[in-house]
């Protein structure tokens, strides 16, 4: 029979009340509370018992003092003279117990009560939850920022089109627990004018239930990115270095309070070992996908060499070729379609590029995006003629370079654009059929004739890259 045991305890640092029902629930099922923790409390076997359970805060202790302040050391002396035993100290919070069937409160002012958890949270809970928070804002504004500048490419690529809500996630369950603190403090100065303390009743299931959201996405990241169940994989290599960080930092900083480190110096070298060990883990992490693989991009088969310098090789199958349009001039070809995809929308670039030192042999480049989510056609169609803008000097337009509307019948479309630089046209067309999007350069200047066989593959075929 064992006589420790750890447990799951989903209790917040500062949720009074609650802690000291849990610690006496436990002790009545013979077990005392021996070292509390943010998930996992460890237990030791006792007598099945009812007690008395007070928990203290002590706002100028910390998590890293090499042994209990001065302060509190008077603090447990006081309690044992009426009885109270410590039974678990975690950094400015204390747990005692007692006995006795009806014994004197350690505070009985409730005043007293709300200053000192009120003086506990705002030195231990508040700087790294407004921390998180200003992190999650600025994390939203640059993404953002970055779906504004390139819509179709941040909507189309899992990494960036689901951090939105990660984050947002992220910022809603810190300020679940911000909102409950600033809603205890009312209550509880209101309460305590009546002579009466008013428990603090976290929202730590909701933030928790919100944090837990935010992981489940970032899996489905990570496996969308993979192409499959890899990305399981991926999360569990993810969350090993998280945990095993977590771990070492939290062994390292016990070890130094053993040996009686100051909280200065435990404190500078424990962030300090923090930023380094996570530096290292996103390098390792970076290397890792790079050399075997997390994405569905298109990946090379080789290289040649094109007068002097080395362009890599593809063998990917495209659903038009140069073939389909003219004469192709050249016998072997790179083809590439780099592909990315999540619920909003499917975007595959293509390409064809002749291995020869010809120069007269043209290539052929085109984009297709397939928009999923039609609320988004609109925003999409706007930002992409937005893309290419004029050259303005005191508000005079020295070079012109935007696209302007051409004949969509060739193309079989809705509407289509040419872009105009300077004083001519270029061979870039931006073509908008009902759910996809066709953006195309031509090496030369196509016929009616190309248009429309350009439009027979591409304006239904957008899946014919995948196969």
């Given at each position: 029979?064992?006589?420790?045991?750890?447990?799951?305890?989903?209790?917040?640092?500062?949720?009074?009340?609650?802690i000291?029902?849990?610690?006496?629930?436990?002790a009545?099922?013979?077990?005392?509370?021996e070292?509390p923790?943010?998930?996992?409390?460890?237990?030791?076997?006792?007598?099945?018992?009812?007690l008395?359970?007070?928990?203290?805060?002590?706002?100028?202790?910390?998590e890293?003092?090499?042994?209990?302040?001065?302060?509190?050391?008077?603090l447990?002396?006081?309690?044992?003279?009426?009885?109270?035993i410590?039974?678990a100290?975690?950094?400015?919070m204390?747990?005692?117990?007692?006995?006795?069937k009806?014994?004197?409160?350690?505070e009985?002012?409730?005043?007293?009560?709300?200053?000192?958890?009120?003086?506990?949270?705002?030195?231990?809970?508040?700087?790294?939850?407004?921390?998180?928070?200003?992190?999650?804002?600025?994390?939203?504004?640059?993404?953002?920022?970055?779906?504004?500048e390139?819509?179709?490419?941040f909507?189309s690529r899992?990494?960036t089109?689901?951090m939105?809500?990660?984050?947002?996630?992220?910022?809603?369950?810190?300020?679940?627990?911000?909102?409950?603190f600033?809603?205890?403090?009312?209550r509880?100065?209101?309460a305590?004018?009546?002579g009466?303390?008013?428990?603090?009743r976290?929202?730590?299931?909701?933030?928790?239930?919100?944090?837990?959201?935010?992981?489940f996405l970032?899996?489905?990241?990570?496996?969308?990115?993979?192409?499959?169940?890899?990305?399981?994989?991926?999360?569990?290599v993810?969350?090993?270095?998280?945990m095993?960080?977590?771990?070492?930092?939290?062994?390292?900083r016990?070890?130094?309070?053993?040996?009686?480190?100051?909280?200065?110096?435990?404190?500078?070298?424990?962030?300090?070992?923090?930023?380094?060990?996570?530096?290292?883990?996103?390098?390792?992490?970076?290397?890792?996908?790079?050399?075997?693989?997390i994405?569905k991009?298109?990946?090379?088969?080789?290289?040649?060499?094109?007068?002097?310098?080395?362009?890599?090789?593809?063998?990917?199958?495209?659903?038009?070729?140069?073939?389909?349009?003219?004469?192709?001039?050249?016998?072997?070809?790179?083809?590439?379609?780099?592909?990315a995809?999540?619920?909003?929308?499917?975007?595959?670039?293509?390409?064809?590029?002749?291995?020869?030192?010809?120069?007269s042999?043209?290539?052929?480049?085109y984009?297709?995006?397939?928009?999923?989510?039609g609320?988004?056609?609109?925003?999409?169609?706007k930002?992409?003629?937005?893309?290419?803008?004029?050259?303005?000097?005191?508000q005079?337009?020295?070079?012109?370079?935007?696209?302007k509307?051409?004949?969509?019948?060739?193309?079989?479309?809705?509407?289509?654009?040419r872009?105009?630089?300077?004083?001519?046209?270029?061979?870039?067309y931006?073509?908008?059929?009902e759910?996809?999007?066709?953006?195309?350069?031509?090496?030369?200047?196509?016929?009616?004739?190309?248009?429309?066989?350009?439009?027979?593959?591409?304006?239904?075929?957008?899946?014919?890259?995948?196969?």
């Amino acid at each position: 029979m064992k006589d420790r045991k750890r447990q799951l305890e989903n209790l917040a640092f500062y949720d009074k009340a609650a802690i000291e029902d849990r610690a006496a629930h436990m002790a009545e099922k013979g077990w005392l509370v021996e070292q509390p923790g943010p998930y996992f409390w460890k237990y030791r076997r006792i007598e099945p018992k009812r007690l008395a359970v007070n928990v203290v805060y002590f706002p100028k202790a910390s998590e890293f003092d090499p042994s209990p302040t001065e302060g509190q050391i008077q603090l447990e002396e006081l309690c044992k003279r009426d009885g109270w035993i410590l039974a678990a100290r975690w950094g400015q919070m204390q747990i005692f117990y007692n006995e006795q069937k009806d014994p004197v409160p350690i505070e009985t002012d409730p005043v007293i009560q709300v200053e000192t958890v009120r003086a506990a949270m705002k030195k231990g809970m508040l700087p790294g939850r407004l921390l998180l928070a200003g992190l999650s804002v600025m994390q939203l504004m640059m993404l953002g920022w970055q779906l504004w500048e390139s819509p179709v490419r941040f909507l189309s690529r899992p990494a960036t089109a689901y951090m939105i809500p990660v984050w947002f996630l992220v910022l809603c369950a810190v300020l679940c627990e911000l909102w409950g603190f600033l809603a205890w403090t009312r209550r509880a100065e209101k309460a305590a004018e009546n002579g009466r303390f008013y428990g603090l009743r976290g929202n730590r299931r909701l933030s928790l239930a919100l944090a837990l959201l935010a992981l489940f996405l970032s899996g489905l990241i990570l496996c969308q990115m993979s192409g499959g169940p890899w990305g399981t994989a991926w999360l569990a290599v993810v969350l090993g270095g998280i945990m095993a960080m977590t771990g070492a930092v939290i062994y390292i900083r016990e070890r130094m309070k053993k040996r009686g480190a100051s909280r200065k110096k435990n404190l500078f070298f424990t962030i300090g070992l923090t930023v380094i060990m996570s530096f290292c883990f996103v390098v390792a992490l970076t290397a890792m996908v790079s050399s075997v693989g997390i994405t569905k991009r298109s990946r090379p088969v080789g290289t040649y060499d094109k007068g002097g310098w080395e362009m890599e090789v593809y063998d990917d199958p495209i659903p038009l070729e140069m073939k389909d349009l003219r004469d192709a001039g050249c016998d072997q070809w790179s083809t590439m379609a780099d592909r990315a995809e999540t619920i909003f929308l499917a975007h595959t670039e293509y390409s064809q590029q002749p291995l020869t030192t010809d120069q007269s042999v043209p290539d052929l480049r085109y984009e297709v995006t397939e928009v999923k989510a039609g609320f988004l056609y609109g925003f999409l169609k706007k930002r992409l003629l937005w893309e290419q803008q004029d050259v303005v000097t005191d508000q005079k337009v020295v070079m012109a370079y935007h696209y302007k509307p051409v004949d969509p019948a060739p193309w079989k479309a809705l509407d289509a654009y040419r872009v105009y630089w300077r004083d001519s046209y270029l061979n870039v067309y931006l073509v908008f059929y009902e759910d996809r999007i066709l953006e195309i350069r031509f090496g030369w200047e196509p016929s009616k004739w190309q248009m429309a066989a350009a439009a027979e593959k591409l304006a239904g075929k957008v899946e014919e890259g995948k196969k």
